[in-house]
């Protein structure tokens, strides 16, 4: 019975992620590259770092980054709330 | 679980240096070079869970206290907190630094030039910061783990 | 075109580190087996021209997760029950 269930289930999302594989657009061509452009013409003009990569994750999108460094800051005061009483052991 | 062997010391007292020497590389260059300060610390961070896989945890809990981590970490937070709430001026997380002539103030030429350090405003000390504490923190789980395992393990299978 | 070749092969060698990962009955063999893909996918990014998270990816994934699961291992069980 599960096995029944599960084969067409396995068929079908295998030919949804095929077809999108298929259908997917040609690799380093992007549809829409306003933003891009933008980035790669300004990025050494207006925070002087060569590596643009860099001046997008903390200057342009530097709210993610944030929230990045907040979600590390949780997961590891988590961690030692939890663990903590075994250092002294 | 018994000692490591002399080959693991040997062999990870040889690696660390140079590992070391490519995390803080990564960090202090995430401007110019690919990398950053997440990368550079997951790095630096590895280099040290090699020694304390080689040495022991009481080798390495002897010189490296966890409140240390916990203060290098806090550092690290509040440096980059602090770093984005100055460009309160403008708006937060504005490089209030880059082309001011100041530290790191300087504004490359456009297209490829070989790099220069003192470029990028804000955003070298972003990176220090922000490794600074993913050094702490990944370090912190790793060191707090090999503690429960000595606590609890010990030999069994 | 070795290239291409390159980008074909590393995702299945990976494929293979996967399955085997979850295979091995043994926990530490498909912690390593689960370190090789890490490394392996690290590769495959930076073949296709991602070097910041090639990195991160060879520092957190073939590293640090690697020995977490071996100190959890060792505090556990090693090998894993029927």
Redesign the interface.
Known sequence: MRRGLAIPIFIIFSCIIISTAIMMRPFGEPKSTEMDDYIIKNAQNETGANNAVTSVVFDYRGFDTLGEATVLFTAVAGVLLVLRRYIHE | MSEPSKIVKTIASIIFPPTMVFGIYVILHGHLTPGGGFQGGAVVASAITLLLVAFGTAEIARRLKESHLSVIESIGALGFISLALLGLTATFFYNFLAGSGFIFGRIPPFGSNPGDMNTAGTLPLMNISVGLKVIAGLFAVVLVLAFVARSKGGGKR | MIEELYISLVPMLMVIAAILAVHFRDLISATIALAVMSLLLSLEFYILHA??VA??E???GA??TT??L???I??????EER
């Open positions: 070097p910041d990195i991160a060879a520092g957190v590293c640090l020995a977490l071996v100190f959890a060792k505090s556990t069980r090693r090998m």
